[in-house]
């Protein structure tokens, strides 16, 4: 194949060494593709849903994550195959844009692959596939838009808030408090939420976790937490109505960037740069003091002399704090950050209420505590649980209910879940897809079928008749015309999912079923895959 | 077309039964290796490390076997860790809090097999953890005020928790002393104050409780051996050459005169530096650096007794135990705080010298000297104190006892059972596994002391249907009561050990697949 000729017949190659270079073409390759893509979401289906299950992953180190997160399955999968490769990205651009659903996104992916199997193999081709399905994602998006409910929350009325990321937690592992926590990620994003121009910064919010202790203990503290110490033991644990400075600049003589050397060839030069060095420190300390400063935050290490000093004139100091940290510091108590002692002026200092330190258990962690800080905007969730796999998981789940209660401060629009939105949707593209004359029919109604693959699958994972489910759900839909209606995982007894308060947003709902589709489309118009063999 | 392969090429991915079947083998083997350490006839293990020497641990501590294990079973590691979470938090029921999520996890299993979604075994096992929690909240003894009583409850809790290990011979004894070391805290948790210092020699019954701080040093030649009322200067600084920090400084001379000029000049800085320290009205100084030969002919021609490489610990504590503060500058001696003690001596324990500071200000500090036949010896002994006062500090500040001997878990399976069978539904069966899970625990007890488990067991069961104090005694071989046997426990030990065990055995039943990754291709370097 890789071998042509020209017009005078002779014969030269297109592709080189081709020997050792396997090829798929056309169909095949169209086929070997979905099968790749259906693979990668057959892992991902067993973990949707409130009763989905978890995974357990070993990392090339021997380290263990046990998640049922679906980027963070698919980002720690040893994925060799392209299309594979494909899918992972597909769920982590879900997850940098919308942060929740990133499970769903590739469940839905792999629905319509599956579908577009089934018509490929009756001759329709692919292209026609991917605009089939185009248009039923518009269909689907606008279908979205038509059922869902604007609701309204206030600083003071946050329970709507709590109840959609309720439904996100459910999903994991931490459901056993799930209330504790989405009260708590509800609270941190709206203390840094700006609701005026509708937007949330997650940075300002950092999840610190810590062994030990219960996951009831989880806390929401309103300022910074820092897993360092005091630099010297014996200076106080707790400081109030602190003024803190923040240095980039150790507390060491100043080492010019330029090379030089001071020679030393008399006694006296040997002295002079003796109390030279002693009034360097001396200055710094005093610099630190002039200011007024009574805590002082460090980059950077410093001397025993140095340290000896701060303690001395009772400046309480912490060193190494890393560079994050330190920013975080920076805008929470409103102090700048300072790169030269000669820069430090009283307004750079940062202030805040109570800076405590606090240990844990029998070891000698500790940790520093800045509260009450000038400007409270920086909150820390603090999460406490049995074991460092628990933490992690709790830390990934925080960041999804963290994320769902921003898109819905940006976004307050909301879908209902448990697959209720994906069933409505179904029908109303069923219902449309009779308008469309052409073989674009077809593809649009695959696409309603795949859609019916989400609620499919959740009630599969909840151990309910999957087809006995879903069709008295969707006549229970279509019957009472109320799109309200979907799969009872949790066995309550009502499938109103208003009553279960079962929310999503639909900002996260479109984007799924966008990218999805998106995605699927991709794949599908491939059909050469070329790649070497053996290395 | 046949599935393609997704993975690299040594990545494997276990599925559904495989992957269940998986964790609940590793989870189970971890549980029968420690199974055995358990309860006061529990044995030991020899721990051989694969670094050179080949150096060899004794140990009936779940955490230090589990910590020292090479293991690549993904659930074994989840109990690994809740192992070692359990020795950072509280210290004591290490091994309990393994063999309570394993056996939780074999209960699982039959569960699995009988055809019950591992959903309903989990929301079972969390109605079941819950109502066991609550059971032992009614049941706790909080004997706060009371501060006799208190005292005794400790002395209980300390002899219960030694009794497993290899002081056990002589757990009054060592009781005593951690109560004591413990009670001298007044109600912190900084067990950095109770110093432990190991000398192999004599027997274990020679063990001591010192009041006050011994250093493990030797005094400088010619300098005084015992000092009376001493006034301790604690510092951290270079005694040696003093560095000139600033950057680039270099010495550069052209002739042999200016070396000897320079020389003198640097000699000149150490003696200033020594004067100031002296200076500070001090007879004891206390480096964590060296101390050159030429400042130690300084101190002694002072008077001053100057001990030099105290390990940066014994700074911190000589600094807590006295009162002073660490200093590093020595401009101005009026400020800075000095430390001060009645006795300082040299006392010999076997063969070594130590120095003895008696008298301290500070009265929380301690030391306790612990004496053995062999490092291995004492090793254990270290790691059994220190159980033994992790648990007691933790106690101080959670003042709720239980009694222990197999006690709460037969009151919590109690509990548990008659949840159960108020239960309607599949999650019925998830509580009765729970509850025979934590009778596995008297059991495992009792096998191992070699008793009739079967026999005991149910025994207790009958004595518990009353509500009684009932628990196995072990040294008699029959069912007691354990409020008479002084066997108690702490409330939080036993709850930590709970609520991990059942967080462990729920997340490996969530799991339904295992994807491991190719191990990373290491270099040999052997």
């Not at chain 2, 493990?216 to 604690?234: F, H």
């Not at chain 2, 036949?373 to 106690?395: F, P, Y």
């Not at chain 2, 009792?446 to 009684?468: I, K, M």
């Not at chain 2, 009561?481 to 969530?510: N, W, Y």
Request: aromatic share 4%; charged share 25%.
């Amino acid at each position: 194949m890789a071998l042509a000729f020209d017009e005078y017949g002779r014969p030269f190659i297109i592709l080189k060494e081709q020997d050792q270079k396997t090829r798929l073409r056309g169909i095949e390759a169209q086929k070997a593709n979905i099968s790749a893509g259906k693979a990668v979401a057959r892992i991902l289906r067993t973990s949707l849903g409130p009763k989905g299950m978890d995974k357990i992953l070993q990392s090339p180190d021997g380290d263990v994550t046990i998640t049922n997160d679906g980027a963070t399955i698919l980002e720690q999968m040893d994925v060799d195959n392209q299309i594979a490769k494909l899918m992972v990205e597909l769920s982590r651009s879900q997850d940098y844009e919308i942060g929740d659903g990133t499970t769903g996104v590739v469940v839905m992916a792999g629905a319509l692959l599956e579908q577009a199997e089934r018509l490929l193999e009756r001759g329709i081709h692919p292209i026609r596939i991917a605009e089939g399905y185009e248009l039923a994602s518009r269909i689907a998006v606008e279908h979205l838009e038509h059922i869902s409910q604007k609701f309204d929350f206030g600083t003071e009325d946050i329970e709507p808030l709590v109840q959609t990321c309720m439904t996100t937690l459910s999903s994991k592992i931490v459901n056993r408090c799930k209330r504790h926590l989405a009260e708590i990620s509800v609270k941190a994003v709206l203390s840094v939420a700006d609701l005026e121009r509708k937007d949330v910064n997650l940075d300002m919010i950092k999840v610190e976790g810590k062994v030990g202790g219960k996951l009831e203990d989880t806390e929401l503290i309103y300022g910074i937490t820092v897993d360092k110490d005091m630099s010297h033991p014996q200076m106080p644990k707790q400081i109030e109505d602190a003024k803190i400075a923040i240095l980039t600049c150790p507390f060491e003589p100043p080492k010019p960037k330029t090379k030089h050397k001071v020679d030393i060839d008399t006694v006296e030069k040997f002295q002079t740069l003796r109390l030279q060095e002693q009034k360097y420190f001396d200055d710094m300390v005093q610099k630190c003091k002039d200011v007024g400063a009574t805590l002082v935050i460090c980059q950077w290490g410093f001397d025993d002399e140095a340290n000896h000093l701060l303690m001395h004139r009772n400046l309480p100091a912490v060193r190494w704090v890393g560079g994050v940290e330190l920013e975080l510091i920076a805008i929470a108590t409103g102090g700048r950050i300072v790169p030269r002692f000669q820069e430090l002026t009283p307004e750079k200092l940062g202030r805040a209420g109570l800076v405590r330190e606090r240990s844990f258990g029998t070891t000698k962690d500790k940790m520093l505590y800045i509260e009450h800080c000038a400007n409270s905007r920086a909150v820390t969730i603090f999460i406490r649980g049995g074991n460092k796999m628990m933490i992690e998981e709790t830390k990934r789940s925080i960041h999804d209910a963290l994320c769902v209660a921003r898109n819905l401060i940006r976004n307050n629009s909301i879908v209902y879940g448990g697959g209720s939105t994906e069933i409505s949707c179904s029908i109303a593209v069923e219902a449309a897809s009779d308008k469309y004359p052409g073989v674009e029919q077809y593809a649009i109604r695959a696409f309603a079928d795949a859609l019916d693959s989400i609620p499919m699958a959740l009630a599969e994972n909840s151990g309910l008749q999957p087809i006995e489910t879903l069709s008295a759900v969707k006549s229970q839909q279509i019957k009472e015309n109320n799109p309200h209606y979907g799969i009872d995982c949790n066995d309550v007894g009502t499938n109103d999912m208003r009553q279960q308060d079962v929310f999503e947003t639909l900002i996260g709902k479109q984007q799924q079923i966008l990218l999805a589709t998106q995605v699927v489309k991709m794949i599908l118009k491939i059909d050469d895959v070329i790649s070497p063999s053996h290395y | 077309m046949a599935i393609e392969k997704i993975f690299k090429d040594d990545a494997s991915e276990e599925k559904g039964e495989r992957a269940r079947m998986a964790s609940f083998v590793g989870a189970i083997a971890i549980t029968d290796l420690v199974k055995t350490t358990l309860g006061p006839k529990g044995m030991d293990k020899i721990l051989q490390s694969t670094g050179r020497g080949h150096g060899i641990t004794v140990t009936n501590d779940g955490a230090t076997i589990l910590k020292s294990l090479h293991i690549d079973n993904p659930a074994a590691k989840v109990l690994i860790d809740i192992s070692k979470v359990q020795d950072d938090e509280v210290g004591d029921g290490t091994t309990s809090v393994v063999v309570l999520a394993g056996e939780l996890l074999r209960e699982a299993e039959k569960l699995v097999a009988a055809k019950i979604h591992p959903m309903t075994i989990i929301s079972g096992y969390r109605m079941a953890a819950e109502c066991a929690r609550n059971a032992l909240l009614q049941r706790v003894v909080d004997n706060k005020e009371n501060a006799e009583k208190f005292k005794s409850d400790l002395m209980k809790i300390a002899m219960t928790t030694l009794s497993s290990k290899i002081l056990s011979q002589d757990k009054q004894h060592f009781a005593q002393l951690t109560v004591d070391a413990v009670m001298r805290l007044k109600g912190s948790t900084n067990l950095e104050a109770i110093q432990i210092i190991k000398k192999p020699g004599g027997s274990l019954k020679d063990s001591f409780l010192d009041e006050g701080f011994i250093l493990d040093k030797k005094i400088g030649l010619g300098q005084p051996k015992r000092i009376e009322n001493a006034k301790i200067l604690v510092a951290n600084t270079a005694m040696d050459t003093d560095k000139v920090k600033i950057y680039g400084a270099r010495v550069r001379v052209d002739s042999m005169s200016k070396v000897a000029e320079i020389e003198g000049a640097e000699k000149e800085k150490m003696r200033e530096k020594v004067q100031k320290i002296i200076a500070h009205g001090i007879n004891c100084f206390v480096n964590r650096q060296l101390i050159y030969n030429f400042p130690e002919e300084l101190f002694a021609d002072a008077g001053i007794l100057a001990i030099e490489h105290a390990d940066f610990d014994g700074i911190e504590r000589l600094a807590l135990v006295t009162g002073g503060e660490i200093a590093s500058t020595f401009d101005n001696p009026e400020s800075v705080k000095l430390g001060h003690c009645k006795l300082i001596e040299e006392i010999m324990i076997g063969e070594d010298k130590l120095i003895h500071f008696s008298g301290v200000e500070m009265g929380q500090a301690c030391t306790i000297v612990l004496r053995g036949a062999s490092h291995h010896v004492l090793d254990e002994a270290e790691r059994s104190l220190h159980d033994a006062l992790c648990v007691l500090s933790q106690t101080v500040n959670d003042t709720r006892v239980l009694l222990g001997g197999g006690w709460p878990e037969m009151v919590m399976a109690k509990e548990v059972d008659e949840l159960a069978r108020k239960t309607p539904g599949k999650k019925s069966h998830a509580i009765e596994a729970f509850s025979r899970a934590l009778v596995a625990i008297p059991t495992i007890i009792s096998d191992n002391a070699g008793l009739d488990s079967a026999d005991l067991v149910a025994q207790l069961r009958a004595a518990h249907h009353e509500g009684c104090n009932a628990g196995i005694d072990v040294i008699t071989g029959s069912v007691g009561d354990m409020a008479e046997l002084g066997i108690s426990e702490s409330f939080k030990v036993k709850q930590a050990v709970l609520l991990s065990a059942t967080e462990a055995a729920e997340m490996i039943l969530r799991v339904d697949e295992i994807i491991t990754c190719a191990p990373r291709q290491r270099e040999d370097r052997m």
